[in-house]
């Protein structure tokens, strides 16, 4: 069984940053590619941005590049997205995503098997 449990949420206003933490634990392994996903109310869930399983290479959705940053901690199986400049069109709950024995950037939901539970970030005007 795999967990990964989110923190780092909040509300902020716009301009502020946040760090969100994603921490896995369970039958993990040091090779995953790993993710953070977005849904806003009434809006499918959206791709934010991905690593690679040695942190060498990124993906990120158009409209949080130059301010969101993507990065792991393979020690402590934990992937950071830092948030800043932050948008109100950039409120929406916040999930994790794990796949494992997998090292490549991965952008897609289908291809993650595991998920956190999300945390919300609320961005006001």
């Known amino acids: 069984q795999v967990q990964l449990v989110e923190s780092g949420g909040g509300l902020v206003q716009a301009g502020d940053s946040l760090r969100l933490s994603c921490a896995a634990s369970?039958?993990?392994?040091?090779?995953?590619?790993r993710a953070w996903f977005r849904q806003a109310p009434g809006k499918e869930r959206e791709f934010v941005a991905a690593?690679?399983?040695?942190?060498?290479?990124?993906s990120y959705k158009d409209s949080v590049k130059g301010r969101f940053t993507i990065s792991r901690d393979n020690a402590k199986n934990t992937v950071f997205l830092q948030m800043n400049s932050l948008k109100p069109e950039d409120t929406a709950v916040y999930y994790c995503?794990?796949?494992?024995?997998?090292?490549?950037?991965?952008?897609?939901?289908?291809?993650?098997?595991?998920w956190g539970q999300g945390t919300q970030v609320t961005v006001s005007a």
């Open positions: 995503a794990a796949r494992f024995n997998r090292d490549a950037v991965l952008v897609t939901s289908a291809d993650y098997y595991y």
């Open positions: 690593v690679s399983g040695n942190g060498d290479s990124t």
């Open positions: 369970g039958r993990t392994t040091s090779r995953s590619a």
